[in-house]
């Protein structure tokens, strides 16, 4: 039996986020979106969109 960190489940590759998209998740921010509607709507994680605004220091 094979052990692992994976067991099995599929992950996304990791893809780095577009400038556009970068702006795009501020501007929804900015706009008074919910983050997890902001996630929902960009396809990414709560966590990637929480990374990016504390990166531009909209949180």
């Known amino acids: 039996m ?3 960190f994976n067991k099995g489940k599929k992950y ?3 893809k780095r ?3 556009e998209q970068k702006e795009m ?3 929804l921010f900015l706009e008074k979106m919910e983050l997890r509607k902001i996630a929902r ?3 990414v994680t709560l966590g990637t969109v929480q990374y990016h605004l504390k990166k531009t220091k909209g949180i």
């Open 2 to 4: 094979k052990v692992g």
């Open 12 to 14: 996304k590759k990791y």
């Open 41 to 43: 709507v960009m396809g």
């Open 25 to 27: 998740i501020y501007k």
């Open 17 to 19: 986020l577009t400038q």
